[in-house]
């Protein structure tokens, strides 16, 4: 009998099943947008970049079982990603640059306003900077008399349920920027992240 011919090798290799659902969410989310997408479905296409030959799915499930919401995802320790199987540095960078670009974002429109005009927006601001934080800061947010925002700082970060205050610290601070208030900021590290703020004025 004749030999069977050899496979021929110049035709393609069938692309890898998750291609097509990749394309199906890059059509999603540019059509209907990321309100279409679930949290882990999000996640699965922030993944693309880092992982461009694996199918990011069971990753992205793993993730947000594990903690919760994109944003804890994107917020969550280093060391805490790196107990996540099949996570590797190029995922991690890629969820930290997001974290990153959403603070800048957040500080951006903060600048961008002629003031901080009520609680909600500063705790939404605040709630992106550091609400997601596994140790407890103590952040400043210093004021003109206009209520602008001058600077924005963490003076302390101490454990999961302390950080040290140092009044002295923060009144000379404020002399050096002549920020005429003050809101005083500390994240509570827990399952419900939490913010808690106070307000001073002084002249």
């Not at 291609?19 to 279409?36: N, Q, T, V």
């Not at 003031?115 to 004021?143: G, H, P």
């Not at 302390?162 to 003050?182: C, F, G, N, W």
Request: charged letters at 25%; aromatic letters at 6%.
């Amino acid at each position: 009998m004749p030999a069977k011919p050899d496979h021929d090798k110049s035709k393609p290799e069938d692309a890898p099943h998750y291609h097509g659902h990749r394309e199906r969410l890059r059509e999603r989310f540019y059509s209907a947008g990321a309100d279409a997408l679930s949290d882990y479905e999000l996640l699965e296409m922030a993944l693309f970049p880092a992982l461009p030959r694996r199918d990011t799915k069971p990753l992205a499930k793993a993730l947000i079982k594990t903690f919760g919401s994109f944003a804890e995802v994107v917020h969550a320790p280093v060391v805490r990603l790196r107990e996540i199987d099949g996570i590797g540095e190029a995922a991690i960078n890629q969820l930290k640059l997001i974290a990153a670009a959403a603070h800048r974002v957040a500080k951006g429109e903060v600048n961008s306003r002629n003031a901080l005009s009520s609680w909600n927006e500063v705790i939404d601001y605040c709630r992106t900077s550091m609400a997601f934080a596994d140790k407890e800061q103590f952040r400043l947010l210093f004021l003109d008399k206009r209520n602008q925002l001058i600077a924005d700082e963490v003076q302390q970060t101490g454990t999961v349920d302390h950080t040290p205050v140092y009044p002295r610290e923060v009144i000379k601070r404020a002399l050096e920027l002549s920020a005429t208030a003050l809101i005083l900021v500390h994240n509570h590290p827990t399952t419900h992240p939490m913010i808690t703020l106070d307000h001073v004025q002084y002249r």
